[in-house]
């Protein structure tokens, strides 16, 4: 991924400006920390809106923990990283010395800061094409990783989130069969209300398909 292209570098400039640099250069009187938290609020905005178009099975909860993901200082310093923002840094020399160039968390704001030089620069479409761009392949990888998992577990996650409850408990309620085929009719409930029911030749297996009946209900299969 390449960096953006900007019609006004003074811009970029600033994005990579620390706040010691200017200690050590004060000709200059800008720093890129009003861009830090410019950046946050396009990149939450920006974030959001693109996990809502492209997942519209998620719920609220689930929406906000992928946008957290995305968004949290860890991964937005391995973009900085990407874009090899460490090669661009305008650092003080003591933190040039210490290492700054290198920590995750100067990466990761700097990135802030960078989305909020480009939005001033060319506009919101274009930062949007470039989020979407960077955050989408990472989005639809923690996806697949949630999809991942055994139903049973996504179910559960999806009750704690939606619902702040405790975790889904799950019971048999029939028993069919003689003992060399038999048949467990297992249900899923959260509190006193029944989310799934599901029958197989086990337990475990009557549970999942308990468990998937109730993901279907809640719209996540």
């Avoid at 010691?20 to 000709?27: G, Q, S, V």
């Avoid at 937005?76 to 020399?93: C, N, S």
């Avoid at 700054?100 to 060319?122: K, P």
């Avoid at 006193?192 to 337990?203: L, P, Q």
Wanted: hydrophobic share 40%; aromatic share 8%; net charge negative.
């Amino acid at each position: 991924m390449d960096l953006p292209i900007f019609h006004n570098p003074h811009l970029f400039e600033q994005a990579m400006t620390h706040s010691t640099y200017l200690k050590d250069h004060p000709e200059l009187s800008q720093d890129n920390e009003r861009l830090e938290f410019l950046g946050d609020a396009l990149l939450n905005f920006l974030v959001g809106e693109l996990l809502y178009q492209q997942y519209p099975a998620l719920d609220e909860g689930e929406l906000t923990r992928q946008r957290a993901a995305l968004v949290q200082k860890k991964q937005l310093a391995q973009f900085g990283q990407q874009l090899g923002l460490a090669e661009y840094l305008r650092l003080g020399k003591n933190l040039e010395r210490d290492g700054g160039r290198l920590l995750a968390s100067l990466l990761s704001n700097t990135f802030e800061a960078l989305i909020a030089s480009y939005y001033l620069d060319s506009g919101l479409e274009a930062v949007r094409e470039f989020v979407e761009t960077l955050f989408l392949p990472v989005a639809r990888c923690n996806t697949q990783q949630l999809s991942n998992l055994d139903p049973k577990s996504q179910f559960q996650q999806w009750v704690q989130a939606k619902l702040n409850s405790q975790p889904p408990t799950y019971r048999v309620i029939e028993t069919q069969g003689p003992a060399h085929a038999k048949q467990f009719t297992v249900e899923v409930l959260v509190g006193e209300e029944v989310y799934g029911v599901g029958t197989e030749a086990s337990k475990q297996a009557a549970g999942r398909q308990a468990a998937q009946a109730a993901l279907k209900k809640v719209g996540l299969l």
